[in-house]
């Protein structure tokens, strides 16, 4: 099982959050409003660039 963290840019009331999770090679990205819903699987390597161009 993996432990999911909320996006620290996700609103108080329960919107437009996302929340992450790295279980092994992939990070997971799911939409916290529907956590049993589809996940989206990106390459750690791909994250990790994605997360420092936001920066």
């Known amino acids: 099982m993996s ?4 996006s620290s840019y996700s609103d108080s009331s329960g919107n437009n959050c996302v ?3 790295k279980p ?3 990070v997971l990205v ?3 409003a ?3 819903g589809t996940l989206l699987a990106v390459d750690a390597a791909a994250w990790q660039r994605f997360t ?3 920066r």
Request: charged share 35%; hydrophobic share 45%.
């Open 3 to 6: 432990t999911w963290r909320t």
């Open 19 to 21: 929340e992450v999770a």
């Open 24 to 26: 092994d090679a992939a």
């Open 34 to 36: 529907d956590a049993d």
């Open 52 to 54: 420092a161009a936001l």
């Open 30 to 32: 799911r939409d916290t």
